[in-house]
């Protein structure tokens, strides 16, 4: 494994561990996950010199932070865990809006280390910004308990570059996750810049478009009944048969390098900026194996050229998210 830094000194692995899919996704998102497979992805992960493992209290909720905190008990030195708050709950768990008030930022903060069994949050992510707190107001509350040696670093999620230039202005922001891969590019633009002017590292989640670009679904019928992608846009007919050319050259060139679509996706992220670190979801070994290896992927120039012509920015077929409540949570 390789390593990088984000923002102002955080070494984490090149490729992190989204976590999202091993436990607490509704309706079982992305096919059905079975704990004792999840914490062996995570212990293999470890063995594999993975140090980063993204979580947050949405994903259950709380359920996926009490497994990521079983997987590491007794393995916590080295890691970097990451969490994020930034949501309200009714008494049933199902959410009712965001909320980035203070109270509510110390709260979840005080309940996910408890969740994750750990005495501090390596990063602290604001999981979408709430237009109502003032992000001055919540990145100081922030700050608070970074000074309380209860949090490392800052990092935001989903954030417009303005937002993002007035956080960093209270108080450092380690790194910003947000979607971004060869089939969602609209970051290049301007956040992407925003975050390098900064300093500020970039976590692309979703870096395989939701699975799409590891090439594993030929056809819609080949999504399970009941999984969510059969709701997503960029799935629907249509968009899926032309959203295929990119994968098309993606398996291309793999099987020229003798590896997986999927590693290529990957490759073509971390080939784009050195603070970039992509955190593919897993829920089993196999595909951690498949998606790690993919650190030590080269791509030569004319394969990203080819790569970047079959997935120019906006070229991809289909909205980004099936509801407008999503939409209208991100670039705030």
């Known amino acids: 494994m390789k390593y990088r830094t984000l923002g102002d000194g955080l070494v984490v692995s090149a490729l992190g561990l989204g976590c999202m899919p091993m436990a607490g996704v509704g309706g079982d998102m992305y096919g059905v996950a079975h704990e004792a497979e999840s914490i062996a992805t995570i212990h293999r992960a470890i063995d594999l010199g993975v140090t980063f493992f993204d ?6 909720p709380y359920l996926n932070e009490e497994l990521l905190g079983r997987a590491i008990r007794g393995r916590r030195d080295g890691l970097v865990i990451a969490t994020k708050f930034g949501f309200r709950f009714a ?58 040696g209860k949090v490392r670093y800052l990092g935001l999620s989903e954030a417009a570059p303005e937002t993002i230039r007035r956080a960093a202005a209270v108080h450092p922001i380690a ?33 395989l478009g939701r699975g799409f670009l590891t090439g594993r679904f030929a056809t819609r019928a080949d999504l399970p009944p009941g999984d969510y992608r059969l709701t997503d846009p960029r799935y629907a007919e249509g968009n899926f048969e032309r959203n295929m050319r990119v994968v ?29 670190v992509p955190i593919p979801g897993s829920k089993r070994r196999a595909t951690l194996e498949d998606s790690m290896a993919a650190a030590a992927v080269a791509l030569s120039v004319e394969d990203l050229a080819a790569l970047d012509a079959a997935a120019p920015r906006g070229g991809t077929a289909g909205l980004r998210y099936g509801n407008e409540r999503a939409l209208a949570m991100v670039r705030l």
């Open 55 to 60: 979580t947050a209290e949405i994903y259950g």
């Open 91 to 148: 008494p049933d768990t199902s959410v009712t809006g965001v909320d980035s008030s203070p109270a509510n930022l110390r709260r979840v903060c005080d309940e996910s280390l408890r969740r994750l069994g750990i005495d501090t949050i390596d990063l602290f992510y604001q999981h979408r910004v709430d237009p109502a707190v003032p992000i001055e107001e919540t990145v100081g509350a922030m700050a608070d308990l970074v000074r309380a």
């Open 175 to 207: 790194a910003l996750q947000s979607e971004y891969s060869l089939w969602e590019r609209d970051v290049e633009a301007d956040i992407l810049p925003t975050c390098r002017a900064l300093g500020i590292g970039f976590v692309p989640y979703s870096p």
């Open 248 to 276: 098309a050259v993606a398996r291309g060139i793999a099987a020229r390098l003798g590896v997986s679509a999927a590693q290529v996706a990957l490759a073509w992220l971390l080939a784009q900026d050195d603070a970039i």
